[in-house]
């Protein structure tokens, strides 16, 4: 009997492997891509819907409060019998109750501010708009940008008289960092987002937005603004089973192939092929491989690359469990592992010890990364993120939450202990800053609160972020502590 040709049988078995993982990877792509899309569009509408709603939100708060203004019989007898000192006394006690505001004032009916214009933060810019015609016909949305500091934009609306007469209007300018916060708030991870006015200037954006047409692009309601929205890539979890399915098939049907050729071979030689399989076997289930002596040598460049894979996979997956808990950028924990150090402090709260949050971020960030770019920005994240590891704790826990928002939990400390920490943790970022070659006017403003037993992280979180915007408020570059006993989670 002729002997079989033992080349030509492993050619033709060879082109069958490479078909086999040819149609698998073509299968594969094709129903990745397709889950991809539909999870991106999917994501794309759901991020849409979440910000056009936060912002619509915003907005109606800011038209309702001065549609009650205009409304008020007060403002139109100021407009109309007033004097300069009550019209400016007007202005001045409704500003203190409308947070976020930067300017208020009554709008003569020659579109004139009634009042100090300049006590009452309305610029050279706005009054311009003021003298367009129409300024006062009903509610606009006018944004100015001349000084970063201020950003802002304008609503206007008319007031009326008995009759239904303009007598004239009533003016109110909001920082722009309150339509920021929305949208930093409201960003999913990987998605950019820009608000755009009828100029197509960008009001406020978030996240860095590609060189392509955004995924959806609509009008926000009757603004005359619209939001643009870039999508990225979900992580394809169905897709993912799919490609295990495939790749475990097309592993399957190269085992196959294989095993009818080593029935075939020399004893010895399948001895080194099943120590092959079995190192394979110990990399894809991410255990060390048994020790891999081949009979012959020729098998020897294959058994030190399966150890080499197996180290090399080792270390990419423990890479890949530290990249999931830490931020890109600053290297401290992210949200996913504050989370977890969370439920241990809560458990600490618990059993009666002190345990403090405290959510921080830059003041006058924007205003660095618009002059001196993003790059700058980066740094003095850096910096911060420098100062806290310094001077913390075994104990102690630094995390970036999002943007330049960054939360430290602190145990067995009380308000003194806090205010030292956070004196001298003030110390350090300029200190760090310094180092870092960034020349701006940055400072630290906090807002603290301590854990209960009840508390959630999203409860904590908004405890902090209501100290933190009186720190704001009452002048910035200072730590406030949240004091509602009323709330069964304060302290």
């Not at 030509?8 to 990877?25: D, N, Q, S």
């Not at 860095?208 to 619209?226: C, K, Y």
């Not at 048994?290 to 996979?313: D, K, S």
């Not at 959630?456 to 200072?478: C, H, I, N, P, W």
Request: net charge neutral; glycine share 8%.
């Amino acid at each position: 009997m002729r002997p079989a040709d033992l080349d030509r049988r492993v050619r033709i078995r060879l082109w069958g492997v490479v078909a086999i993982f040819a149609l698998a990877i073509a299968a594969t792509l094709w129903v990745g891509y397709r889950e991809a899309d539909a999870q991106r569009d999917e994501l794309a509408r759901k991020q849409f819907g979440l910000i056009e709603t936060n912002l619509l939100r915003r907005l109606d708060f800011y038209g309702q409060a001065i549609g009650q203004l205009a409304a008020d019989p007060e403002t139109h007898d100021q407009i109309v019998l007033g004097d300069a000192a009550s019209q400016q006394r007007w202005a001045e006690i409704r500003l203190r109750f409308l947070p976020g505001v930067l300017g208020l004032a009554l709008i003569g009916p020659q579109a004139q501010v009634l009042g100090n214009a300049g006590d009452l933060r309305v610029g050279a810019a706005c009054m311009r708009d003021l003298e367009k015609p129409g300024a006062l016909g009903g509610p606009h949305l006018l944004v100015h940008r001349d000084n970063p500091d201020l950003a802002h934009f304008d609503i206007t609306v008319p007031v009326t008289g008995p009759g239904g007469d303009g007598v004239g209007g009533v003016f109110l300018s909001i920082r722009l960092d309150q339509l920021q916060r929305v949208i930093d708030d409201s960003r999913f991870p990987d998605h950019a987002l820009q608000v755009i006015d009828a100029a197509g200037e960008t009001v406020v954006r978030a996240g860095a937005a590609p060189a392509v047409s955004p995924d959806i692009e609509q009008p926000l309601r009757d603004t005359g603004w619209r939001i643009r929205v870039w999508g990225a890539p979900p992580a394809l979890s169905h897709a993912q089973v799919v490609m295990i399915a495939i790749a475990a098939a097309a592993l399957l049907a190269v085992l196959t192939i294989m095993l009818e050729d080593m029935r075939t071979l020399q004893r010895n030689i399948h001895k080194d092929l099943v120590t092959i399989r079995d190192g394979l076997a110990a990399v894809a289930a991410g255990t060390p491989p048994p020790p891999l002596v081949p009979t012959y040598v020729q098998f020897q460049p294959a058994i030190r690359e399966i150890e080499r894979m197996a180290i090399e996979i080792e270390k990419q997956r423990s890479e890949f469990a530290r990249q999931s808990l830490t931020d890109t950028l600053t290297g401290l924990p992210n949200r996913r592992a504050l989370e977890g150090r969370f439920s241990q402090m809560l458990g600490f709260a618990q059993r009666g010890h002190a345990v403090a949050l405290v959510l921080m971020d830059l003041d006058h960030f924007k205003s660095l990364n618009d002059n001196q770019g993003h790059a700058a920005g980066d740094k003095a994240l850096l910096a911060l993120a420098h100062a806290l590891t310094a001077p913390s704790r075994n104990t102690d826990f630094a995390a970036r939450l999002a943007g330049d928002e960054f939360v430290t939990l602190l145990a067995a400390l009380d308000t003194e202990g806090i205010a030292a920490w956070f004196l001298r943790l003030g110390d350090r970022f300029q200190a760090e800053l310094r180092a870092a070659g960034i020349d701006a006017s940055l400072s630290l403003s906090a807002g603290c609160t301590w854990l209960a037993g009840n508390d959630t992280l999203s409860r904590v979180l908004k405890r902090a972020d209501r100290a933190l915007y009186r720190a704001k408020a009452e002048g910035r570059a200072q730590i406030v502590f949240h004091a509602d006993m009323g709330d069964a989670a304060a302290r």
